[in-house]
């Protein structure tokens, strides 16, 4: 009876890998104005086979609703130094450990033409490895865009008083 060794090697692809996003921003907003939205991406990952693993190639899709303009996307992942974000909305945010959290903060201008109503700004995150609870990889934030405007026209003439027929100035 020989004693021998067996290893298990593991592709940390095929691992499922729990990330989580949550997102947060302006509640109320009037046409013309800055809203912002915060956005964390947590890496919820259990132990699997006594290892921790990490996310690898994470990525969110903002999805930048109708009526906004993209002012600035900005991604903060402590872990990695190469996060970065198109002005299409999507965030590359490298590898993400057990715990770990990313942050991306999101700027828009509502249009001036943007009518009252209610704006829904989403988010979706995922990675190389397939994730066991994929209700929690969307999230999404609304906005209510009032009809805040005001328009006033004040008048007054130059000559008091005006004689009937009399043209004046204003």
Do not use: W
């Not at 693993?53 to 992942?77: E, F, M, R």
């Not at 991306?104 to 990675?127: P, W």
């Amino acid at each position: 009876n020989e004693d021998s060794e067996d290893t298990l090697v593991v592709d940390a692809t095929l691992l499922p890998t729990d990330l989580s996003v949550d997102k947060q921003g302006t509640l109320t907003a009037n046409a013309g104005d800055l809203i912002s939205y915060t956005i964390v991406v947590t890496n919820l990952t259990t132990s699997t086979f006594g290892a921790q693993h990490p996310a690898t190639n994470v990525q969110l899709l903002d999805l930048i609703p109708n009526g906004t303009t993209l002012v600035s996307i900005v991604a903060n992942n402590p872990e990695s130094t190469q996060e970065g974000c198109t002005l299409g909305g999507t965030c590359y945010l490298g590898n993400l450990s057990v715990g770990g959290t990313a942050m991306i903060t999101v700027v828009l201008r509502v249009d001036a033409d943007t009518m009252a109503g209610v704006i829904v700004n989403q988010a979706h995150v995922s990675a190389d490895q397939l994730d066991p609870d994929p209700s929690n990889n969307l999230d999404t934030a609304s906005t209510t865009i009032t009809d805040d405007t005001t328009l006033s026209i004040r008048k007054n003439d130059l000559i008091d008083p005006v004689i009937a027929g009399q043209t004046t100035l204003y």
